[in-house]
């Protein structure tokens, strides 16, 4: 089952798709409440929301492509040139995943954080583009911002995702990766429409924070598995080819680095015990490092989510209060200074354009 | 009457008279050489030279060999390989059985009479000792051989396997180590022909040889022939049999074979004579393993040396069928000892070899030693330890050995004063995964009269019944001999007939002064325990098995992880149940200034 579902490729295609979804849903929103003049004109609102779809599906679109030609290129080009280096790429591989997966997992909780912070970007890209300037190209992103915005978006968000797949899921084998990619899409897209319906808020938090500790199984796990594969690359070394001829049985592991071993339910061949590998990081022969780092993990997470916690609740990390106070001090300077440079720029403009200071988005 | 008993005391003095007494003075010492003329390494030789010389007298003669330890860094210990010695059980020669072995700058004195003609060797029997050098063969005339007369020459040929490292050097690097988790024994690196190669067998045209054939090596079993040229066998083992024609033998590690070669009436070529490993004996075959050996049986030193021609197949003469002179049908077991071959790995990760589940580890005093030294509770096998697999046999009994071999090898199987009738011996099993095993009710194939040795072998995932007589009151070893396997422990004790053991015969006093020069002790139980002898608490046992599933640690690692993981799920939900009050602060910041840009989530 393992073997078409990759779990890693599921969660990061989720996140992705959560994130692209969640820009969606504020355009949609603001037009709905009337941007663009839409308001007042049903055929404009129509044509506004057609805009945004048309602009998503092309980023979506090209996105697939990408992603599709990436992913055949890299495994018509051959993956099984590890030789007997593959517990090293294994090991690897699955430190660069469990590291990506830690990093953008948390974000997920702070979805409605997210939200709002697009709301007020987009608003600002709205209010911000007066695009200046004739040439037909500025005239083209003035008429179309509303479909570029989200074009962009998701350009941007399926490019991210796929390399974040890459890191992911390099090792696994080509017909792991539909699967996923489509259940991915999938769910992050109904969790984007039913924050557009304005649903139930506290019951998509709950989806989140269960999808976020089960990705952070699969990243624990991956670390651990990570430290098993380089523990077990070092023996197979030691024993020469003999690893081949020991299975499962004595010989297999080291024994003076085991923690456990049971001649059965091995996670990396046998049915069940496969997802058990997937999920959690299942060994049937543990080591002191596999063990060892598990447990590390999620110890770190732990100091990293109470630190994260910290600074949301008093603006600072702890010990660097008057750091950050004098930082934010600067860059609201610096925002100042921007604003009042911008006014300026825009007075001299007024004076030499025709143009009106209103948002100007026409619409043919 | 009277007359009669004069004249059998006559005749017995005047045999006595006839036995000469022989005797050789060793010097055990390091010595170079570069049999293959591949590699020059130091060998463990005799009076400083290797090869070590042969031993020879003629039956009856009494032979006494002076041993002086000079090896400097090694104790040693020399085995007779085949010499029943009946009465003189001490000179037997294997440590921690029958002595203690010979520390450094001692000396031992082995003193014997020998009542069996042919073909013997004798070597070290201290760990795996005799493959670095010190073995080579003993030879025994009888001028009343059943065919006598028949040949010109009396010669001797040895084979052998040949190792270029050390066997300590490989036994602790490359074989007992858990990086060594399947046993795959050290791969040898050439084959010999009497300790050399490409060796000229001067022979003359229209003459028969005997060429007493022996097998010195360690580890493979090897198929031996002539080009062109048959060969009759005319003794097993010290065993005479009726002469049987063959062309090929199959001689694995301790066997010997006597064959009368006659040769040709033309002196035009040379033909070579080629001994072949038994590949499938190895764990693996390297490309760079050249696997025979030639020579030349040399009729004229200037004609042609062909090459050896490949041959298809091995068509060697299966020894089951050979039939001794002195013709004996089977015997019947008073008692039977049934054992099973196995290999598998102990807690220490490395492989061992086991006898049912008891793999050999020498005692702290060797078994004749306690013998001498229990009274009464010799009888007991309790004495002798718990890992040392020892059997306790009466006197003038018949004993069966069955054993079952589980193991996918080819092993031979070597039996201390005795020869044995090889009742049955299974073909090998046809595939990995089945066993054939010894079932009374369902019997093999037996021969009337069947063939005895005293060291032979048994096929892969197959079975042999062996059937002895306790004639011989010793302590008798009975182990494989692949030096490698006995050092993984396959081997068990015969104590036959301790009593009369304790009431016939002597250790010799050089023979327990080895024992004070070092350090060993040599009274007592296994365990050197001399007040109780049932008390074995100190001796020395094999490794303790693999855990099998979770341990105490395994299961302590499992709780922990659980713990984290749960932990950790608990914080993310924190985390993400604080969403609600962050989020309104960040709305607030937002709506009244510009938002921060650097965002950490991004």
């Not at chain 1, 591989?93 to 974000?107: N, Q």
Request: glycine share 8%; hydrophobic share 40%.
């Amino acid at each position: 089952m393992v073997q078409i579902f990759n779990v890693s490729i599921f969660f990061v295609v989720l996140r992705e798709s959560l994130e692209a979804s969640v820009v969606i849903s504020v355009l949609l929103a603001f037009i709905k409440q009337g941007v663009g003049k839409s308001a007042d004109d049903p055929k404009v609102y129509k044509a506004l929301v057609k805009h945004v779809w048309v602009g998503a599906a092309i980023g979506l679109l090209i996105c697939l492509v990408i992603g599709g030609a990436f992913i055949a290129t890299w495994y018509t080009l051959g993956t099984n040139a590890w030789g007997t280096s593959e517990d090293i790429w294994e090991g690897v591989l699955s430190i660069v995943a469990s590291i990506i997966i830690s990093i953008m997992g948390l974000a997920m909780l702070r979805l409605n954080k997210m939200k709002e912070k697009w709301r007020v970007k987009i608003t600002k890209a709205l209010e911000g583009s007066k695009v200046r300037g004739k040439g037909w190209f500025r005239r083209f992103m003035r008429k179309y911002a509303m479909g570029i915005l989200p074009f962009v978006t998701i350009l941007r968000e399926g490019i991210e995702a796929i390399v974040f797949v890459g890191g992911v899921a390099l090792s696994s084998p080509a017909k792991a990766f539909p699967l996923p990619v489509v259940c991915g899409l999938a769910a992050g897209s109904s969790v984007g429409y039913f924050m557009y319906k304005g649903g139930d808020y506290m019951k998509i938090q709950y989806f989140l924070i269960v999808a976020t500790c089960f990705l952070y199984l699969v990243a624990a796990g991956l670390f651990s598995k990570a430290i098993w594969f380089l523990q077990n690359f070092v023996w197979s070394h030691r024993i020469g080819g003999d690893l081949a001829e020991t299975g499962e049985g004595p010989g297999s592991y080291d024994i003076r680095q085991s923690v456990w071993h049971v001649n059965c339910c091995n996670g990396l061949t046998s049915g069940g015990w496969m997802i058990f590998n997937a999920i959690f990081g299942w060994q049937n022969s543990a080591t002191y490092g596999s063990v060892l780092s598990y447990n590390l993990y999620w110890i770190a997470l732990c100091v990293s989510v109470m630190l994260m916690i910290f600074q949301e609740k008093r603006g600072h990390y702890p010990f660097l209060k008057s750091w950050t106070e004098k930082r934010k001090v600067a860059k609201r300077a610096r925002e100042e200074k921007k604003r009042l440079d911008a006014m300026y720029q825009d007075l001299d403009a007024h004076e030499t354009d025709s143009e009106t200071k209103e948002v100007s988005i026409s619409v043919v | 009457m009277r007359v009669f008993s004069l004249l059998a005391t006559l005749a017995a003095s005047a045999t006595v008279v006839l036995a000469a007494t022989v005797q050789y003075d060793f010097s055990v010492d390091w010595v170079q050489a570069n049999p293959d003329g591949d590699y020059d390494r130091t060998f463990i030789g005799i009076n400083g030279e290797w090869p070590p010389p042969p031993i020879k007298c003629n039956i009856h003669d009494r032979v006494i060999v002076n041993v002086t330890n000079n090896l400097g860094n090694e104790p040693t210990a020399i085995h007779f390989h085949g010499l029943f010695m009946n009465g003189t059980n001490a000179m037997d020669g294997p440590a921690f059985v029958t002595q203690c072995p010979v520390p450094a700058g001692n000396n031992i004195i082995y003193n014997f009479t020998v009542d069996q003609p042919g073909m013997y060797w004798y070597h070290s029997h201290y760990g795996g000792q005799y493959p670095d050098g010190l073995r080579a063969p003993f030879i025994v005339y009888d001028p009343d051989e059943p065919f006598a007369g028949q040949y010109d020459e009396d010669t001797y040929l040895s084979v052998s396997d040949y190792y270029h490292q050390s066997i300590p050097w490989l036994t602790a690097n490359k074989f007992l180590t858990l990086t060594n988790p399947t046993g795959g024994e050290p791969i040898p690196d050439a084959a010999l022909f009497n300790n050399s190669q490409n060796i000229k067998f001067k022979v003359e045209p229209n003459k028969t040889y005997k060429i007493r054939i022996v097998n010195m090596g360690a580890l493979v079993s090897q198929y031996i022939w002539f080009e062109g040229h048959d060969f009759k066998i005319v003794e097993v083992d010290g065993i005479y049999v009726e002469p049987t024609d063959a062309s090929m033998i199959y001689i694995t590690v301790a066997q010997r074979y006597t064959i009368l070669l006659t040769t040709k009436n033309s002196t035009d070529t040379n033909y070579p004579m080629i001994a072949s490993f038994d590949t499938t004996m190895l764990d693996h075959v390297p490309n760079s393993l050249v696997w025979n050996v030639t020579g030349w049986l040399t009729y004229d030193e200037n004609a042609a040396f062909p090459e050896p021609a490949m041959i298809d197949q091995y068509d060697f003469y299966d020894d089951f069928n050979l039939v001794p002179v002195e013709k004996e049908q089977p015997y019947e077991p008073d008692y039977q000892v049934s054992v099973s071959v196995k290999m598998n790995n102990l807690g220490d990760g490395v492989n061992y070899a086991f006898f049912n589940d008891i793999s050999y580890v020498a005692p702290d005093v060797p078994a004749l030693y306690t013998v001498m030294s229990s009274g009464n509770l010799s009888t007991d096998a309790t004495v002798y330890g718990a890992n040392t697999h020892t059997y306790v046999l009466g006197y003038q009994e018949v004993v069966e050995i069955v054993l079952n071999n589980l193991d996918k090898g080819t092993h031979p199987f070597h039996l201390h004063g005795h020869t044995f009738q090889v009742v049955e011996r299974s073909p090998a099993a046809p595939d990995a995964n089945t066993y054939l095993t010894y079932d009374s009710a369902n019997p093999g194939t037996v021969n009337e009269y069947p063939m005895r040795r005293d060291t032979v072998y048994v096929r892969p995932n197959g079975y042999f019944v062996l059937r002895f007589k306790t004639d011989n009151p010793g302590v008798w070893f009975f182990h494989c001999h692949i030096e490698w396997h006995l050092e993984q422990g396959l081997a068990l004790v015969l104590v036959e007939a301790p009593l009369e053991i304790q009431s016939r015969q002597v250790i010799p006093e050089d023979h327990y002064a080895a024992c004070k020069a070092g350090g060993y002790a040599y009274e007592g139980n296994a365990a050197g325990n001399t007040v109780n002898l049932l008390d074995l608490s100190g001796e020395k046992l094999q490794p303790k098995p693999l855990p099998a599933g979770f341990t105490a640690r395994g299961i302590v690692a499992m709780v922990f992880s659980c713990i984290s993981a749960f932990a950790g799920m608990g914080f993310i939900t924190w985390y993400g149940l604080s969403d609600l009050k962050s989020t309104e602060l960040e709305v607030a910041e937002a709506l009244g200034e510009p938002l921060d840009d650097s965002d950490e989530s991004k």
